[in-house]
């Protein structure tokens, strides 16, 4: 298995590769796969790749997928986070052959299977993964259904689908129809407690949750929230709701449209937390670190929690020191100058630590 850094490594070094056809081949095993069952489609791709047309092209893919299928016999089972393959005539010479195959176990569950032949690799599933550090809890609903999921990175995963019961308007008039409506509200009422008991089970234990955006038509997700019996913790991660009109999966596609600013907002709010933490153990001189030799001697020790990074430090620079977070299994932030602590802490070197203990 590979580490985000390695993986963002990998990424900006196949982006660069271009095929002078479609002679770059891409193969994505999803974790839990029968990994025989790919290396029968690689194998019957073989038969597809010999009616191209264009000789060299042809035996560009042939040779990729030959040595595709030579390594794929070396493996009995798929790993455990899927496989991803890349394989192609990599050569910027024309007439010329170098085909180069990379297979890698990403660092997170791969979820899609894929096979194609392009002019460049497919590597939208995997820069996914490197934007999934945290995650929001999503909610549609109405008085009739209300669909949960999550938002990681740009990937929207449905959690689960409920449905309350709750009927129609009726057309009876007098006593009969308050009657109807009492039994209809007590409904909608005990539809409200089961979304809130659901929000628990799917919500209350994810580490990386950030926050939890609410859906639907006005007043429903409004009296959610006062008869929802939604525990006081999660009613606290809710930053903000949208009104939104469509219940399903497709609710959930328009309420992550419809919440931008407010995504972009939490990534500030983030930021400036994270960098008022900062400062304040820098001011008190407790396990924090933000000069040269002392970031080196934390590195030296395994020290380091947090490792914090100015943007603005540059590319190559932030490549170096995440790798060595990595290697001490720290977790690393970037942060921005579109705030005065983001600016602060750029005049004070662009680099700090919260330490995981003291160092002398």
Do not use: H
């Given at each position: 298995m590979i580490s985000r850094y390695e993986l963002a490594e990998l990424i900006e070094e196949l982006e660069k590769i271009r095929g002078r056809h479609t002679e770059l081949v891409t193969v994505f095993i999803p974790s839990g796969a029968n990994i025989y069952t790919t290396a029968n489609q690689?194998?019957?791709?073989?038969?597809?790749?010999?009616?191209?047309?264009?000789?060299?092209?042809?035996?560009?893919?042939?040779?990729?997928?030959?040595?595709?299928?030579?390594?794929?016999?070396?493996?009995?089972?798929?790993?455990?986070?899927?496989?991803?393959?890349?394989?192609?005539?990599?050569?910027?010479?024309?007439?010329?052959?170098?085909?180069?195959?990379?297979?890698?176990?990403?660092?997170?569950?791969?979820?899609?299977?894929?096979?194609?032949?392009?002019?460049?690799?497919?590597?939208?599933?995997?820069?996914?993964?490197?934007?999934?550090?945290?995650?929001?809890?999503?909610?549609?609903?109405?008085?009739?259904?209300?669909?949960?999921?999550?938002?990681?990175?740009?990937?929207?995963?449905?959690?689960?689908?409920?449905?309350?019961?709750?009927?129609?308007?009726?057309?009876?008039?007098?006593?009969?129809?308050?009657?109807?409506?009492?039994?209809?509200?007590?409904?909608?009422?005990e539809f409200y407690r089961r979304i809130a008991e659901a929000m628990k089970e799917l919500y209350f234990n994810l580490p990386k949750l950030k926050g939890i955006i609410l859906g639907g038509p006005v007043p429903t997700k409004e009296d959610f929230l006062k008869e929802g019996q939604l525990l006081t913790q999660l009613k606290e991660k809710i930053i903000g709701m949208k009104d939104i009109g469509q219940t399903d999966e497709s609710g959930l596609k328009d309420l992550v449209e419809a919440s931008k600013d407010l995504l972009a907002e939490q990534e500030i709010i983030h930021e400036k937390k994270l960098l008022e933490n900062f400062f304040e153990k820098l001011g008190k001189g407790k396990k924090v670190a933000y000069k040269k030799a002392d970031i080196e001697k934390a590195f030296k020790y395994g020290a380091i929690d947090v490792l914090i990074l100015s943007n603005k430090l540059g590319k190559e620079k932030i490549k170096e020191l995440t790798r060595k977070a990595e290697n001490i299994s720290a977790k690393v932030e970037i942060v921005s100058i579109e705030t005065p602590e983001g600016e602060q802490f750029w005049n004070l070197g662009g680099i700090g630590a919260i330490l995981r203990f003291e160092i002398q």
């Open positions: 690689i194998e019957a791709e073989k038969s597809t790749a010999d009616n191209i047309k264009s000789k060299t092209t042809r035996k560009n893919v042939m040779d990729a997928l030959e040595r595709i299928s030579r390594e794929l016999k070396f493996y009995k089972q798929t790993p455990s986070n899927g496989m991803a393959i890349f394989c192609g005539n990599v050569s910027e010479n024309e007439g010329q052959i170098d085909i180069k195959l990379w297979i890698i176990e990403p660092p997170q569950a791969l979820k899609t299977r894929l096979y194609r032949c392009d002019q460049q690799f497919v590597l939208e599933p995997l820069k996914e993964m490197l934007e999934a550090e945290e995650v929001y809890g999503l909610v549609v609903m109405d008085r009739k259904e209300a669909t949960l999921g999550l938002l990681e990175g740009k990937q929207i995963k449905v959690l689960r689908k409920m449905t309350s019961g709750v009927p129609g308007k009726f057309k009876t008039g007098g006593q009969s129809s308050a009657r109807f409506e009492r039994i209809i509200e007590g409904m909608a009422k």
